[in-house]
């Protein structure tokens, strides 16, 4: 399958916010990574976590292939080389991780995949960065510091793209403080994809909260 790193990161930026979700259940993931695309979210960061994590990944990637190829996955909480290969194998089109680590971003320079490393420094996003990393996610994003910290790195290194996952709520008042602070975009988990909504197996709502995320951001951005 053909990769686009670059598209894949234009794309991330663009949607402004990346859902990230896990479920053991393959028809569950298929409906809520659908109900995220049909709301304007095509990047979505599948966890690897969980037993058997990538085949059930393996089997949504496959799914999408065919039935709708704009949609992107990735793979999150991916803290190693080996694991980066048995997902980018599988169809993911993004690594994110919850730390940085050199061999999972030499890995992804060698196949041109986007690898997102989580940091919680500026060294570490400084590394990060000489390793080819275009995003960095901030995380846990609210333990390392929240919008104050973001502002703090992007002024002394305003080429800096950063994505805070972990303290992200999806309300006008926390996204606007991320926002306003320079991200270049935020993930965002059962905090949009609700225990609620899943519960409910209430697509159509998760695809609606979906939407309004985005357009929320959108507005932000505009102001």
Same mark, same amino acid.
């Given at each position: 399958?053909?990769?686009?790193?670059?598209?894949?990161?234009? !794309?991330?930026?663009?949607?402004?916010?990346?859902?990230?979700?896990?479920?053991?259940?393959?028809?569950?993931?298929?409906?809520?990574?659908?109900?995220?695309?049909?709301?304007?979210?095509?990047?979505?960061?599948? !966890?690897?976590?969980?037993?058997?994590?990538?085949?059930?990944?393996?089997?949504?990637?496959?799914?999408?292939?065919?039935?709708?190829?704009?949609?992107?996955?990735? $793979?999150?909480?991916?803290?190693?080389?080996?694991?980066?290969?048995?997902?980018?194998?599988?169809?993911?089109?993004?690594?994110?991780?919850?730390?940085?680590?050199?061999? $999972?971003?030499?890995?992804?320079?060698?196949?041109?995949?986007?690898?997102?490393?989580?940091?919680?420094?500026? !060294?570490?996003?400084?590394?990060?960065?000489?390793?080819?990393?275009?995003?960095?996610?901030?995380?846990?994003?609210?333990?390392?510091?929240?919008?104050?910290?973001?502002?703090? $790195?992007?002024?002394?290194?305003?080429? !800096?793209?950063?994505?805070?996952?972990?303290?992200?709520?999806?309300?006008?008042?926390?996204?606007?403080?991320?926002?306003?602070?320079?991200?270049?975009?935020?993930?965002?988990?059962?905090?949009?994809?609700?225990?609620?909504?899943?519960?409910?197996?209430?697509?159509?709502?998760?695809?609606?909260? $979906?939407?309004?995320?985005?357009?929320?951001?959108?507005?932000?951005?505009?102001?």
């Amino acid at each position: 399958m053909a990769i686009d790193r670059l598209k894949v990161l234009t !794309t991330m930026m663009d949607q402004g916010v990346i859902p990230v979700f896990y479920n053991p259940d393959v028809e569950l993931c298929k409906n809520v990574i659908k109900a995220c695309a049909d709301g304007g979210a095509k990047c979505v960061e599948f !966890t690897n976590r969980g037993d058997f994590a990538s085949h059930v990944f393996y089997e949504c990637a496959t799914h999408f292939a065919k039935a709708d190829p704009s949609v992107i996955l990735g $793979v999150g909480s991916c803290i190693d080389a080996p694991t980066a290969g048995i997902y980018v194998a599988n169809g993911a089109r993004f690594v994110v991780g919850s730390l940085l680590n050199p061999d $999972v971003a030499k890995f992804c320079n060698r196949r041109k995949i986007a690898y997102c490393p989580g940091c919680g420094s500026a !060294t570490e996003i400084s590394q990060a960065e000489e390793l080819g990393c275009e995003i960095v996610k901030v995380f846990p994003g609210s333990c390392v510091g929240g919008p104050s910290f973001v502002k703090s $790195v992007l002024g002394p290194t305003p080429w !800096t793209r950063i994505m805070p996952t972990g303290g992200v709520d999806a309300t006008e008042e926390s996204l606007t403080a991320w926002f306003k602070a320079g991200v270049a975009c935020v993930g965002i988990g059962s905090k949009l994809i609700t225990k609620e909504l899943l519960a409910a197996k209430d697509y159509k709502g998760i695809e609606k909260k $979906v939407a309004s995320t985005i357009a929320l951001i959108r507005s932000i951005r505009g102001k």
